[in-house]
C-alpha cells in the first residue's frame, strides 16, 4: 500500500493508525459504498466535505457517510450565516485531493475544519488517507488534533 500525504502527516506526528484497502470503481466512491467494502458500520466511516462560508472562505466539514450535512448547523459552527457545498470540479485545487479520496488530513491549505460531535462514541473512526481505495482508521481525538478541528453538532 502507498504512503500518502494524509498518511506521512500521522506518522510524523506519532499518530496511531491502520490502513484498510479496497477495490473501487467511479459508481461506488461515496461513503456507504466503502464501508460495506471494508465492512464497516456505515455510521464509522465518514466523509470529508467542502463548502465555503459568506465570511470564513472554505470550510472542511466531516460526518458520518450515512448523514447529510445540515447546512445550518454547518453555518452556525463555522461562525457563518450561509455555507454552499463546493463545485466537485474546485475540489482538486482547493484540497490536493480528488471526489473518492478526499482526506481531512494533508489538504494543500490548513482550512477551518469541523468533525462531526458524534464521532467521539467511536474510539476510532474511518476517513480516506487521501486516494481512492484506502481507509485509515484513526482515533477521532488525534484527528482533531492534527487537523487542529473542532468537535461540532452537524447532521
Same mark, same amino acid.
Given at each position: 500500500?502507498?504512503? !500518502?500525504?494524509?498518511?506521512?502527516?500521522?506518522?510524523?506526528?506519532?499518530?496511531?493508525?491502520?490502513?484498510?484497502?479496497?477495490?473501487?470503481?467511479?459508481?461506488?466512491?461515496?461513503?456507504?459504498?466503502?464501508?460495506?467494502?471494508?465492512?464497516?458500520?456505515?455510521?464509522?466511516? @465518514?466523509?470529508? +466535505?467542502?463548502?465555503?462560508?459568506?465570511? !470564513?472562505?472554505?470550510? &472542511?466539514?466531516?460526518?458520518?457517510?450515512?448523514?447529510?450535512?445540515?447546512?445550518?448547523?454547518?453555518?452556525?459552527?463555522?461562525?457563518?450565516?450561509?455555507?454552499?457545498m463546493i463545485k466537485v470540479k474546485d475540489l +482538486?485545487?482547493?484540497?490536493?485531493?480528488?471526489?473518492?479520496?478526499?482526506?481531512? &488530513?494533508?489538504?494543500?491549505?490548513?482550512?477551518?475544519?469541523?468533525?462531526?460531535?458524534?464521532?467521539?462514541? @467511536?474510539?476510532?473512526?474511518?476517513?480516506?488517507?487521501?486516494?481512492?481505495?484506502?481507509?485509515?482508521?484513526?482515533?477521532?481525538?488525534?484527528?482533531?488534533?492534527?487537523?487542529?478541528?473542532? @468537535?461540532?453538532?452537524? &447532521?
Amino acid at each position: 500500500m502507498k504512503k !500518502t500525504n494524509a498518511v506521512r502527516i500521522l506518522d510524523s506526528n506519532n499518530i496511531q493508525y491502520e490502513l484498510f484497502e479496497y477495490e473501487f470503481n467511479e459508481d461506488e466512491i461515496d461513503a456507504v459504498s466503502v464501508a460495506n467494502k471494508i465492512s464497516a458500520p456505515h455510521d464509522q466511516v @465518514f466523509k470529508t +466535505l467542502v463548502a465555503t462560508g459568506d465570511k !470564513t472562505g472554505t470550510v &472542511v466539514f466531516v460526518i458520518p457517510g450515512n448523514e447529510e450535512l445540515n447546512l445550518k448547523k454547518a453555518a452556525t459552527a463555522s461562525g457563518n450565516k450561509k455555507i454552499e457545498m463546493i463545485k466537485v470540479k474546485d475540489l +482538486l485545487s482547493l484540497t490536493g485531493y480528488i471526489r473518492g479520496g478526499c482526506s481531512p &488530513v494533508g489538504m494543500t491549505k490548513k482550512y477551518p475544519t469541523y468533525i462531526e460531535e458524534t464521532s467521539q462514541l @467511536f474510539e476510532k473512526i474511518y476517513v480516506s488517507s487521501g486516494v481512492r481505495g484506502i481507509q485509515m482508521l484513526v482515533s477521532p481525538a488525534e484527528l482533531t488534533d492534527v487537523t487542529e478541528a473542532v @468537535f461540532s453538532d452537524l &447532521v
